[in-house]
């Protein structure tokens, strides 16, 4: 068997634990360390039925991103950076980052309202300003009638 050579900059690779056995590759990520907690913030899954990210959402509450990823058919770390970012899961979520998302789904829900009360306050405005254009229209119809001579009178006035 040949022996591996390595170079200062590339050194031979050991995949061999000091106990002989293989070393377990840790894939990890920046945003999502192995050992980052997953916290669930709906409860049932936010996919399309019948999609392959529906199919991969297996997570359950307290387990780690290294469990969910090691699951067979479970997340890829980019379907855990898609969840996270559309608030399905939270990842070592702390009191402070909870209260965060708590006021962030406030505002969201107080701007919605805010919305759709201006939508209705638009339509009782428009509905107000049709009616008082009906309303003119009506008086000056009243008007118009009321300048106009009865039949029979205006005969009468030059005899």
Same mark, same amino acid.
Not at 8 to 15: F, I, Q
Not at 35 to 41: C, D, K, M, S
Not at 92 to 104: R, V
């Given at each position: 068997? #040949?022996?591996?050579?390595?170079?200062?900059?590339?050194?031979?690779?050991?995949?061999?634990?000091?106990?002989?056995?293989?070393?377990?590759?840790?894939?990890?990520?920046?945003?999502?360390?192995?050992?980052?907690?997953?916290?669930?913030?709906?409860?049932?899954?936010?996919?399309?039925?019948?999609?392959?990210?529906?199919?991969?959402?297996?997570?359950?509450?307290?387990?780690?991103?290294?469990?969910?990823?090691?699951?067979?058919?479970?997340?890829?770390?980019?379907?855990?950076?898609?969840?996270? *970012?559309?608030?399905?899961?939270?990842?070592? *979520?702390?009191?402070?980052?909870?209260?965060?998302? *708590? #006021?962030?789904?406030?505002?969201?829900?107080?701007?919605?309202?805010?919305?759709?009360?201006?939508?209705?306050?638009? =339509?009782?405005? #428009?509905?107000?300003?049709?009616?008082?254009? =009906?309303?003119?229209?009506?008086?000056?119809?009243?008007? =118009?009638? =009321?300048?106009?001579?009865?039949?029979? *009178?205006?005969?009468?006035?030059?005899?």
């Amino acid at each position: 068997m #040949a022996e591996e050579k390595g170079t200062r900059s590339n050194p031979p690779k050991d995949n061999k634990a000091e106990d002989g056995e293989k070393k377990m590759k840790q894939r990890g990520s920046p945003l999502f360390p192995s050992e980052g907690v997953i916290t669930l913030r709906v409860d049932t899954n936010p996919k399309r039925k019948g999609s392959k990210s529906y199919d991969r959402f297996k997570y359950r509450n307290g387990m780690t991103v290294a469990q969910a990823i090691a699951q067979e058919g479970g997340p890829t770390y980019a379907d855990l950076k898609w969840d996270s *970012e559309h608030g399905f899961i939270a990842v070592n *979520e702390t009191p402070e980052m909870k209260a965060a998302y *708590e #006021a962030e789904q406030k505002a969201k829900s107080e701007k919605k309202a805010a919305k759709e009360a201006a939508k209705a306050e638009k =339509a009782k405005l #428009a509905a107000a300003k049709k009616e008082a254009a =009906a309303a003119d229209k009506k008086a000056k119809a009243d008007a =118009a009638a =009321a300048k106009k001579p009865k039949e029979g *009178e205006g005969s009468r006035a030059s005899a």
